[in-house]
């Protein structure tokens, strides 16, 4: 992997690959009744990511590059499984509430990631940590309370099923930090693939959508990859306070795409929502600043 130390290099392309990723949501509107496919979508998505991503890894480690499969142990199964199980539920979600709703209950991440790891890896939460937690809490209450619609309850479940997915595959690289990241995240796109073709053979559905919908299966995946290795290139400069704000480019840039006229999908948040996402912003400012302060250094290997 490109080893990149200057952070003003870094930073840019953090925020591009954050920028990368908010793209998503866009990918999934300018589908053709995604909710009637979802399965297709999450095979189609699942095996480009494990394809892309070991292709990576072959260019970047020559044929030894199997040989991390060895040393995912436990907590890349497990991780792996836990990202699958995101991958998963962010379909559903996106497909039954709006984008604004699915991406905030994505930024609830870094709070989900802090419970999980008080839990089961011990690590200890500060006072403040505690506080944005609250902070973040009533903001999701609020965007759960404005959205009374049946459908709209069920994405908002999906979504924080989601964004706990994610959480619990954050917290396996914390549980052993020498598991190879990009194998595990390779491992979560063959779950998704094995999952999705299962349940297509069980109710006896056909493997791929229409060329257009497949095309766009196909595009969200790359997106997906290519995101993720211009996050790991430039994660190695950049202390784990600024990662979390430049992240946030996926979740603005994601709830702006799809309200944009240009784009033709003019998807506009309610004001709970609104509301909400300004109470999870201000947790995840306030996190960060925290963060700063501890100047703690992440980077995906």
């Known amino acids: 992997m490109i080893e990149l130390k200057n952070e003003k290099i870094a930073v840019p392309i953090v925020l591009f690959a954050g920028l990368i990723w908010s793209f998503g949501p866009l990918v999934v509107r300018y589908m053709d009744d995604p909710n009637l496919v979802p399965w297709q979508y999450i095979f189609g998505r699942g095996l480009t990511i494990f394809i892309l991503l070991n292709l990576?890894?072959?260019?970047?480690?020559?044929?030894?590059?199997?040989?991390?499969?060895?040393?995912?142990?436990?907590?890349?199964?497990?991780?792996?499984?836990g990202l699958g199980v995101a991958m998963i539920s962010f379909i559903y979600s996106i497909t039954n509430t709006s984008a604004a709703i699915t991406l905030l209950c994505l930024a609830a991440m870094p709070?989900?990631?802090?419970?999980?790891?008080?839990l089961?890896?011990?690590?200890?939460?500060?006072?403040?940590?505690?506080?944005?937690?609250?902070?973040?809490t009533i903001g999701i209450v609020i965007m759960a309370v404005g959205n009374n619609e049946k459908n709209s309850i069920v994405g908002f479940i999906f979504g924080i099923t989601s964004s706990i997915g994610f959480s619990i595959f954050s917290v396996t690289l914390r549980w052993r930090?020498?598991?190879?990241?990009?194998t595990t995240v390779a491992i979560a796109g063959l779950f998704c693939f094995?999952?999705?073709?299962?349940?297509?053979?069980?109710k006896n559905q056909p493997f791929f959508s229409t060329s257009y919908n497949s095309s766009l299966f196909s595009l969200h995946g790359t997106l997906v990859c290519i995101g993720m290795i211009l996050y790991a290139i430039g994660s190695k400069a950049i202390p784990a306070a600024e990662l979390t704000l430049l992240s946030l480019t996926e979740v603005i840039g994601g709830i702006f795409w799809v309200w944009l006229p240009l784009?033709?999908?003019?998807?506009?948040?309610?004001?709970?929502?609104?509301?909400?996402?300004?109470?999870?912003?201000?947790?995840?400012?306030?996190?960060?600043?925290?963060?700063?302060?501890?100047k703690r250094y992440i980077?995906?290997?």
């Open 120 to 136: 089961f890896l011990k690590e200890k939460i500060s006072l403040n940590v505690w506080i944005s937690i609250f902070i973040a």
């Open 111 to 118: 709070f989900f990631t802090a419970l999980l790891a008080f």
């Open 194 to 202: 094995v999952i999705a073709a299962s349940v297509i053979l069980l």
């Open 263 to 294: 784009f033709g999908i003019n998807e506009i948040p309610t004001t709970n929502t609104i509301v909400g996402g300004f109470f999870l912003f201000i947790s995840l400012f306030y996190y960060s600043l925290i963060m700063r302060w501890n």
């Open 56 to 81: 990576y890894l072959y260019f970047e480690e020559g044929l030894n590059f199997y040989k991390n499969y060895k040393k995912v142990g436990k907590s890349g199964i497990i991780g792996g499984c």
């Open 299 to 301: 980077a995906l290997n």
């Open 177 to 182: 930090k020498e598991t190879p990241k990009f």
